[in-house]
């Protein structure tokens, strides 16, 4: 079979990055015959030097293909089309048309939309082995326990004892449908009904929409750019529950040092108050190692009996997996699994055995380490970017870490504004205010957040020059 020749291969501008537009451009040929099975396809180097790519893009982008089964990796040889076109090609040759009559509307996923990791470079491969094992097995068709599966549970024990050093027995851990899950269960299961909820003020927004639903009590504890939040207000505070993000507060970026942590498990301790624990995102950090987790810490001293931790797997994995866990102190076990019982029942069962798989096999890990390098990668990109283009009419106030930066300004130009003029350019940034309780506002300034785990390196620099294009066209407009 001759090699392909890429020649006449057309990148189109209307992707997130060109990753995406390779990989599209290449299965067009292939859905339309006009790469033939069996063909052989350029070097990764050729081809990235034809098409002035990264080698980086050009794997990643033949890595997505061979995912999905339109090509195949032959060792010491290269990448063929494969035989059979994949089962997938049509419902996908229909999504490609929609999203062309649709191309001013940005993906919810695509840049900067915060909370998304890079969907690009998730090992779908790998994962796939581990879906398709399970999902063969008879046995796991049937109904299941609600707490979750147990291989899990001690799959994820041992992986948070060692990287958040989370002290627990995979009896205290409760699988949820996302952290979601997890938070709504948490408040349902320590809160009376007028009770009230301490929670961060910028804070996410996602927590205060169940503490709304649910009728209990906001109590606002206001968080300042780079301080964090008063200790006092907490200490002070005859709240049931407290709703924190200690390692990364979401979004202002700021962190709890050990000896407000200690004061906190004091004050929940001594009064019967309760800590929820949003560890969701503390394997991301870049400029030092992430800060022992709040409930690690009350262990160590005895005193875990009144904090809950809780994590997901959006970010470390992918969002639409919905999986996510919830820790708590043997006592209120039997309380949380009532609550999912009514809830939702079980969970999936296939995800959970092949999340198991995944975990304990070391891969999650492996994908955890390659990730860490690649947004430490990006944060940084997002800086110099940010200060190129902005200089010093705006900052990022987040630290290092995470899958998203904090934007401050002082200039006239209104956050919401901004937002809604990058989002008719095909760009996401969310407006500060979306995270505040609108009776509680304090700010004084404009600002937004920025995400950007899905979206490649080399992109960074040219859609935060639109953004400044944007930021400095409607202050001249004031
Ligand atoms: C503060 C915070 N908690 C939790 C989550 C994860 O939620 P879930 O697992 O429901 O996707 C996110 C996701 O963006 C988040 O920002």
């Not at 649709?102 to 790998?126: E, M, R």
């Amino acid at each position: 079979m001759q090699p392909i020749d890429s020649g006449d291969l057309v990148l189109q501008n209307d992707k997130s990055s060109k990753q995406e537009s390779l990989f599209h451009a290449i299965r067009e040929k292939i859905v339309k015959q006009l790469w033939h099975k069996g063909g052989k396809l350029p070097s990764t180097r050729k081809l990235a030097e034809e098409l002035q790519l990264s080698r980086n893009t050009v794997t990643a982008a033949y890595e997505q293909l061979a995912a999905e089964g339109y090509i195949e990796a032959r060792s010491g040889s290269g990448f063929y089309v494969t035989v059979e076109l994949p089962d997938h090609y049509l419902p996908c040759a229909g999504i490609v048309k929609s999203t062309e009559t649709n191309k001013s509307i940005p993906s919810i996923n695509s840049a900067f939309a915060p909370g998304v990791p890079d969907l690009h470079q998730f090992p779908i491969a790998k994962w796939h082995k581990y879906v398709q094992l399970h999902s063969t097995r008879q046995y796991l068709l049937g109904n299941n326990g609600i707490q979750g599966d147990s291989a899990l549970r001690m799959a994820l024990r041992d992986y948070l004892a060692t990287s958040r050093s989370v002290h627990c027995d995979a009896s205290q851990i409760i699988i949820t449908s996302g952290a979601q899950q997890a938070l709504m269960i948490a408040l349902m299961a320590v809160m009376e009904s007028h009770d009230s909820v301490l929670m961060e003020q910028p804070g996410y927004s996602k927590m205060r929409k169940i503490i709304e639903l649910l009728n209990y009590r906001f109590e606002p504890v206001h968080v300042e750019e780079y301080v964090g939040f008063d200790l006092e207000s907490i200490i002070n505070s005859k709240a049931r529950a407290l709703y924190i993000t200690p390692s990364n507060q979401y979004p202002m970026g700021t962190t709890l040092n050990t000896e407000q942590r200690l004061k906190l498990i004091e004050w929940a301790t001594q009064g019967n108050h309760w800590i929820i624990e949003d560890d969701y995102d503390s394997e991301f950090q870049f400029a030092h190692r992430p800060y022992t987790s709040l409930q690690g810490l009350s262990s160590e001293i005895g005193h875990d009996s009144r904090v809950i931790y809780i994590g997901s797997l959006s970010k470390t994995m992918f969002n639409s997996l919905r999986m996510g866990y919830l820790i708590v102190p043997s006592a209120l076990v039997e309380k949380c699994l009532a609550i999912k019982d009514a809830l939702t029942g079980d969970s999936p069962t296939h995800i959970q055995a092949a999340l198991a798989d995944f975990i304990s096999s070391g891969d999650f890990l492996r994908h955890i380490r390659k990730m860490r390098r690649l947004y430490k990668e990006k944060h940084h990109q997002m800086i110099l970017s940010i200060n190129e283009h902005f200089g010093d009419d705006a900052e990022v106030i987040s630290q290092a870490a995470g899958l998203h930066v904090t934007l401050k300004w002082l200039k006239d130009v209104n956050e919401v504004t901004l937002s809604q003029k990058a989002f008719e350019k095909g760009i996401i940034i969310r407006p500060l205010s979306y995270y505040e309780h609108p009776d509680f506002k304090l700010r004084n300034w404009q600002g937004a957040v920025l995400g950007f785990g899905n979206i490649s390196a080399d992109d960074i620099d040219k859609k935060i020059k639109q953004i400044a294009d944007l930021f400095y066209n409607l202050d001249s407009q004031l």
